[in-house]
């Protein structure tokens, strides 16, 4: 199975920082990755699929970059409620896996 | 609206039976996959399977294969999980969720079922 890598499992930036997310798949999986964002307590949303298609009503402020193995996601400007954890997901074929997610926090 | 209505949470005592549900609605739920997510206390999100109400065509993740049944009524646009001995391991959030194809993407998520397995 193709496994996805998250890093870093954790970031702690200030409000107006462009953050940025890794996900590296361990083969190649074209651009088929999709991004969610799960606030805490609450139900995983989908931000980004095909590696850079924002998923409609998401803010302008996110976007996906990336094709093969390696994909990022970036936030250009973060705000306060940005503070989620962040997982990849690849879906070229079975299993669609999650990458181990990221949590993003304010410092 | 488009939505996925679970069903509640569920506290249980090992080796115990349990079968959760997940109805669709406002849309055709007989046109599209609905997978089940696991999350457990504090950790990510795994894939357990999805089946095809049109079908029941049903595939799984290895690593739940054999651990959980998924299953399907397209007459009241509702799909399942179940469990037949439930282990203290299994104690986790579940999630339905709707792909856009076989293994793609989800855009639709139910709001989740606690799983509590207690002695």
């Known amino acids: 199975d193709i496994q996805m890598t998250q890093s870093p499992s954790s970031l702690s930036a200030s409000v107006g920082d462009r953050v940025t997310i890794t996900c590296r798949a361990s083969q190649g999986i074209s651009n088929y990755l999709a991004w969610y964002q799960q606030k805490p307590g609450k139900v995983p949303k989908l931000l980004i699929y095909a590696a850079s298609t924002l998923q409609s009503g998401v803010p302008s402020r996110f976007s996906g970059s990336g094709s093969g193995t390696d994909f990022t996601l970036t936030i250009s400007s973060l705000q306060p409620e940005d503070v989620a954890t962040y997982y990849c997901q690849k879906y070229n074929s079975a299993p669609p896996s999650f990458g181990g997610g990221t949590k993003v926090e304010i410092k | 609206e488009v939505q996925l209505v679970q069903s509640g949470a569920e506290v249980k005592k090992p080796g115990e039976s349990l079968k959760i549900s997940c109805k669709g609605s406002g849309y055709s739920f007989t046109s599209y996959w609905i997978g089940w997510v696991r999350q457990m206390p504090g950790k990510g999100l795994e894939w357990m399977g999805i089946i095809y109400p049109g079908d029941s065509d049903t595939r799984y993740s290895p690593s739940f294969q054999g651990q959980v049944t998924i299953s399907a009524d397209k007459s009241i646009s509702t799909a399942y999980l179940q469990w037949s001995s439930l282990k203290a391991s299994d104690t986790a959030m579940y999630y339905c969720?709707?792909?856009?194809?076989?293994?793609?993407?989800?855009?639709?998520w139910g709001r989740g079922t606690l799983v509590t397995v207690s002695s």
């Open positions: 969720v709707r792909p856009l194809g076989q293994f793609r993407y989800f855009d639709l």
